[in-house]
């Protein structure tokens, strides 16, 4: 079952990305959601619909969680539930900035079962499925074995202040992509060393990154070393961070303990 759904979603996601591709760069409306939750366009919401209408008729009995779409706490009665980010990096989707992507994961029991991640500007696609493997445009992928010094670390300026590190921030090359999802993923493919978040992530962001993360050699928890556990009541986690075992050791080791950002 993990392959069928595999192969399911990277093919909702390619569809998503026809969509989206029509919107981008085309002057799509945007709208502010309540509560500083950031900005919704017009894609996001056509590339739900259609992702809604065509993966749950595909599978009726599998719960739904998505960014847009109203929360039903009866995803937390069904066995398997889909988790999805129409448009993980909607700010760059608006900027005009290619490194937006479609986010869709199968979750049963917390453990993510099958992922597709899909950048349509760059014709990328990420999938992994449990003990399946991660491969991009169907090439196997695998992470670096970084150490701590030099290590080029995906995340955003607040997550390197000082403050969260024991002994100060260790000496890593600081880069940042603007999709949570699409940064996991790099992480996979070796392209970087390590992505790090310390704000509560929502699971829509990272549920189908970690795995491909995860299957690509990568060890994903949250900063106190903790497995990442999905379909939650309250559909977030305490951060993320992935990179190979060795490098995720060193960081985990210089994480103060509780830390959080603003």
Known sequence: MPETDRALLAD?????????????KNDPSVV???????????????????????????RPDYGWLSEETEDDSGRLRTKRQFVIDPIDGTRAFIAGNPDWAHSLAIVEEGRVLAAAV??????????????????????????????????????????????????????????????????LCLVAQG???GMIT??????????????????????VTDQSDTALLFNNRHPQVAGVLAAGPELHAHLVQKLEPNTATP
Not at 12 to 24: C, H, K, N, T, V
Not at 129 to 150: E, Y
């Open 191 to 193: 392209r970087y060393d």
């Open 118 to 183: 899909y950048l349509p500007v760059r014709d990328l696609m990420f999938t992994a499925s449990f003990r399946g493997g991660a491969t991009l445009n169907d090439a196997p992928v695998t992470v670096t074995r970084a150490g701590l010094d030099g290590a080029t670390l995906l995340g955003a300026k607040p997550n390197f202040a000082p403050h969260h590190w024991r002994g100060g921030t260790p000496p890593v090359i600081q880069k940042f992509r603007s999709s949570l999802a699409y940064r």
């Open 198 to 219: 310390l704000r509560p992530s929502w699971e829509w962001d990272i549920a189908a990154g970690s795995l491909i993360a995860a299957e690509a050699g990568a060890k």
């Open 32 to 58: 502010d959601k309540p509560d500083g939750a950031g900005p919704v366009t017009e894609a996001d919401l056509a590339v739900n619909a259609m992702l809604e209408r065509d993966l749950r008729a595909a």
């Open 12 to 24: 909702a996601a390619r569809a998503a990305g026809q969509i989206a591709l029509s919107y981008f």
